[in-house]
């Protein structure tokens, strides 16, 4: 979890920063992104190859995932389209106009002034619901139970 969301040196952190500095990019976020990640370590893998591409790996439990950081700084600052709020707004149902009020709402709160003060971005909402996730986690009692299920063709 270090890698994705260790603050100041994670993938979310390099993301976080780069999502509204002036000039941001997929490349910078990536050259920046293999500057800041730890070299030596094993869980995340970005080589001469992965870089030139603009990818890296992450050694999951499970085995490695590649990734790519192709418009990652345009999907993390979750922006709603104004053509799609005026379409809603232009709407008869009641419903979905409410719908439009929300959506303009959380616009207003994105502004460049607030943005300076929230940045909430999907990856800082995903890093908060992790962290409570983690502290959940951490004040319960687990309990394991093993189940059995017999391979048919042996019984």
């Not at 008869?92 to 940045?119: C, G, H, I, W, Y």
Request: with cysteine; glycine share 4%; proline share 5%.
């Amino acid at each position: 979890l270090d890698v994705i969301d260790k603050k100041g040196s994670s993938i979310f952190s390099v993301l976080d920063d780069m999502s509204f500095a002036p000039g941001a990019n997929d490349e910078k976020f990536a050259s920046i992104l293999y500057q800041r990640m730890d070299p030596q370590s094993t869980r995340f893998v970005a080589n001469s190859l992965h870089q030139g591409k603009r990818k890296f790996v992450i050694n999951h439990y499970a085995g490695p995932v590649q990734y790519s950081t192709e418009k990652w700084i345009e999907k993390n600052k979750d922006e709603v389209p104004k053509a799609m709020v005026k379409l809603l707004e232009s709407s008869s149902n009641q419903f979905v106009n409410m719908l439009a009020t929300v959506l303009d709402d959380q616009e207003e709160k994105n502004t460049p002034t607030a943005r300076k003060r929230s940045k909430k971005t999907v990856a800082k909402q995903f890093s908060t619901q992790l962290k409570n996730l983690r502290t959940k986690i951490g004040t319960t009692n687990p309990y394991f139970v093993r189940c059995i299920k017999p391979n048919q063709e042996f019984v």
